[in-house]
């Protein structure tokens, strides 16, 4: 599935959609641990696009010191390195996002005061956590889940950072559970590590989640 073409305005948000603004935290801005590029032009267009949802949650990367996915806790690993652990592939990083931290902070310019719920994951010191709705086991659930099944949402916009790994595992998640799924492509940008954005587009497109601009929803 490609992005889809849709005229300006096509999509009004109603009360059976959800917008998931994905770790939007100062550790994946410019100037962070794991800076993710461009990453701080989104916000203005997030707070713009939030305010056409009534229904929002935000997730927050909330790792412990010493966590599992930092290079600094493999010895002779390296940043951006890939090992396995017992539960799979696991892409090495910089320490970021670490609870009580400034780093871990939501972005100053995240202004999205209407959002019912922030999520954190990644707290579990020997599990990574992309997903809003899984860790990286792909067993252990945030509660994500439930949560919006009871708040009977049927659609799930996710934006945020970075596309190619927790915007992307969330989208997949979301589109597993049953949920119609559509990624605001504008509204997020990558890391781009080791072909990662093309895999998680291809992932994306065979799944059915639905890819489009930010121009195609109301204002």
């Not at 390195?81 to 902070?105: F, K, M, N, S």
């Not at 310019?109 to 999520?119: E, F, V």
Request: hydrophobic share 45%.
């Amino acid at each position: 599935m490609a992005a889809i073409q849709c005229r300006e305005g096509d999509i009004v948000p109603d009360s059976n959609t959800v917008l998931i603004v994905t770790d939007i935290q100062n550790d994946f801005l410019p100037g962070g641990a794991l800076a993710v590029a461009d990453g701080d032009a989104i916000v203005p267009l997030v707070n713009q696009l939030a305010r056409g949802f009534k229904n929002v949650v935000i997730t927050q990367d909330w790792h412990p010191a010493g966590h599992i996915s930092f290079a600094s806790s493999h010895a002779g690993r390296a940043p951006f390195e890939t090992i396995g652990l017992r539960y799979g592939p696991q892409v090495l990083w910089p320490d970021h996002c670490v609870q009580g931290t400034p780093g871990a902070a939501l972005a100053a310019g995240l202004d999205i005061p209407h959002a019912q719920l922030i999520l954190r994951k990644g707290y579990h010191a020997h599990t990574d956590s992309y997903s809003a709705f899984f860790e990286a086991d792909r067993k252990t659930p945030t509660g994500l889940t439930g949560y919006l099944f009871e708040r009977n949402i049927e659609h799930v916009f996710v934006v945020g950072l970075a596309l190619d790994f927790c915007v992307s595992w969330t989208a997949q998640d979301a589109r597993a559970h049953g949920f119609q799924t559509t990624v605001i492509e504008d509204a997020c940008r990558a890391i781009d590590t080791q072909d990662s954005l093309a895999e998680a587009i291809a992932v994306m497109n065979k799944v059915g989640i639905q890819r489009v601009q930010s121009v195609a929803l109301a204002r």
